[in-house]
Structure formats: structure tokens, C-alpha cells
């Protein structure tokens, strides 16, 4: 003990004499910069405790009975009930955006569901003697195809401007709206609830020159926005063809960039050249396509969700059909498509 003791002495004496000087500190670590999220609000904020874990019970709502006027809590007030309602008595949400649903990503939610069951619950309210979708449409539809007679529900209250904002942004999160469906959500939520681009945009949490670049899309003609709708051109190519004016030039111009696979770089360009009257390329481009032929391009580029193109030489007997993907697992999903299981090694 009495080593120990002295160890313990010449130890501290060592340190008295050891000159004094300002340690070094450690520069503070710096915080990470919060990832911003797409839409400010979130899901997160307008649904509340929608992603709480489900509990172990759920209430069961007869199929024949009426929507009650009050379901009994089986959670904590902290969290909200959850309960089992007839598929039959709910209505889908008038202001979903979506428009067109994706068969291949519905039939393998029905096989999960088959298989797993329904992990989340949808969110609904009540409609007079029924009920009325807020979140979680695919879900209800691919409990309906799965045959199932009612389904996991959480019921609350949701005004109509609730109701269009969760149903816009729950698409924008989870789903790949398309750029003319994101665009009409947007339009028709600003005419519903009578608000600027400006306050719309601030409500929905996203940036004012996306809303704004979207709702543009709309003055585009119909023909156009088909193209943009089964994916024949990108929203670069709408934005450039806007600049043009009138249906007939923005027509002729869209025609023209998918049938000869132009850049948005290249219709800038072209626009560019059309404002100014230096373009002269109508007259010395090659013979318009056949009608026949660019409703076969749309038709193929519509199954095969990517750009197709069709090219005929001579009298139009011989020709070839080009099929662009941009990755590998592109590839894997238009062969699969084709038939060609496995076809990528």
C-alpha cells in the first residue's frame, strides 16, 4: 500500500512541475446540415400520428351498420383508434390526383397483402352513412382485388382542404405522379380553395417556381400533354416548346422533337431560331411521319413506359424500332416486359 501510496505522489509533484500552458480544445464538431424534405409540410404534419404503430386490438364495425357517431378508443389518447371498416362503405377521395394506377406495382400489393396482410392502415372520415378515403388509396384498392370484406382504418376529421392537401402530397411522396397529373393538382387545388400560386405553394411546404413551372403545362394543347402524360417528352421539352405561340407552332415543334429524338437543348434552340425567324428547317427537314406511325410510337412508348421510336426506309416496308433505356435495371424491366425473363446477366 505504501508503493501505491508513494507512486500516487511522484505522479502529482510531476505534474506540478510540468509548465503550465492552455491546452488545445477540440474545435467543436459541426452540426450536419438537416436534409431538407421535398414538400416542407410532410405527410408527417398533416396526418399527426397516422405512422404510430397499429395496436394489438381493432374495433370491428358491422358490415350491415351504419357509420357510428362515436368509435371507441382501443389506444392511449396519445395515439389514435384503430378500426376495422367495411371495404364496401368507402368512398375513394375526389381529389386524388393520380389518374392512371400502375397494374404491375397494384397486382404485387395484392399478392403482399395475400401474404402478409394489411401492415398499415388506411385514413378515413366519415361521409354521412359511410366513409370517404383521406390517405392510403392503393391500399383500398388492392384490398378490394384481394377480396378482403373490410379493412384496417383509422377515422378522423378532415375538412375539404385537408382532405385535397394530404391526398396531393401523400402522391408527391410516395408515388410518380406525372408531370400534367402533378400540374392539375396543383391548379385544382389553388381554384378550390381560391389561393395564389404564392400561398399554395407556402401551404403545400413546396418551392413557388416548381408549382408555378407545373401549372405552366396546362396552357400546353392536349396532343402535348399526352406526349408528356406516357412519358414521349420531358417537362425540358414542354417548357421550351412554351415559349412558342399558339397551339400550332407548340404542335408542329412537339411533333418534330419526338419524331426526330431532339434534345431539350436542341428544341431551345430551334425556339430560339423560330422567335427570330431564322429557321428554315420545316422546309428542308424529311416528310412527316406517318399518323399510323406516330400513334405505334406512342402506343409502344405508353406499354413500355420509355421512349420508342420508328423507323421506316423505302415505301415503308422495311424499317426498325428503337427502344431507349437509360440503366441496366431499365433493361431488366422492358425485356421482362417483352417476355425476355432473365434476359440481363
Known amino acids: 500500500m505504501a508503493k501505491e501510496k508513494k507512486t500516487t505522489v511522484k505522479k502529482k509533484t510531476a505534474a506540478k512541475k510540468k509548465p503550465a500552458a492552455k491546452a488545445k480544445q477540440p474545435a467543436p464538431a459541426k452540426k450536419p446540415r438537416p436534409k431538407q424534405k421535398h414538400l416542407g409540410r410532410g405527410l408527417q404534419s398533416l396526418l399527426g400520428t397516422v405512422n404510430a404503430p397499429a395496436p394489438a386490438q ?72 359511410e366513409y370517404q378515403l383521406i390517405a392510403g388509396e392503393r391500399r383500398w384498392r388492392a384490398a378490394k382485388i384481394a377480396e378482403m370484406t373490410e379493412i384496417k382504418a383509422i377515422i378522423r376529421q378532415a375538412t375539404e382542404e385537408q382532405m385535397h392537401e394530404i391526398a396531393l402530397v401523400e402522391n408527391i411522396h410516395r408515388s410518380n405522379l406525372n408531370c400534367i397529373e402533378r400540374a392539375q393538382a396543383y391548379k385544382d387545388y389553388i381554384d378550390q380553395f381560391h389561393m395564389t400560386q404564392t400561398e399554395a405553394a407556402e401551404k403545400l411546404g413546396e418551392n413557388r417556381a416548381t408549382l408555378a413551372n407545373h401549372v405552366r403545362l396546362l396552357e400546353l394543347p392536349s396532343t402535348v400533354k399526352e406526349m408528356l402524360s406516357d412519358g414521349s417528352l420531358s417537362m425540358g421539352h414542354a417548357r421550351a416548346i412554351l415559349a412558342l405561340p399558339g397551339n400550332e407552332l407548340r404542335n408542329r415543334l412537339a411533333n418534330r422533337a419526338f419524331a426526330d429524338r431532339l434534345s431539350v437543348r436542341e428544341v431551345e434552340r430551334v425556339v430560339k431560331k423560330m422567335l427570330s425567324g431564322q429557321d428554315n428547317t420545316e422546309k428542308q427537314s424529311k416528310p412527316a411521319k406517318a399518323p399510323a406511325i406516330l400513334d405505334l410510337e406512342k402506343r409502344l412508348a405508353s406499354l413500355l413506359q420509355t421512349k420508342v421510336q420508328i423507323k421506316t426506309t423505302g415505301a415503308g416496308k422495311k424499317g426498325r424500332i428503337l427502344i431507349d433505356y437509360y440503366s441496366l435495371d431499365e433493361f431488366d424491366r422492358i425485356a421482362e416486359k417483352l417476355g425476355l425473363h432473365h434476359f440481363h446477366q
Open 58 to 129: 381493432t374495433q370491428q364495425i358491422p358490415l350491415s351498420q351504419p357509420a357510428p357517431a362515436v368509435e371507441k378508443s382501443v389506444q392511449s389518447e396519445a395515439a389514435e383508434s384503430i378500426s376495422m371498416v367495411p371495404i364496401d362503405k368507402i368512398q375513394p377521395n375526389p381529389y386524388q390526383p393520380r389518374r392512371v394506377w400502375n397494374e404491375e406495382e397494384l397486382s404485387e400489393l395484392v399478392e403482399s397483402i395475400k401474404v402478409n396482410g394489411l401492415l398499415q392502415p388506411i385514413i378515413v372520415r366519415r361521409k354521412d352513412t
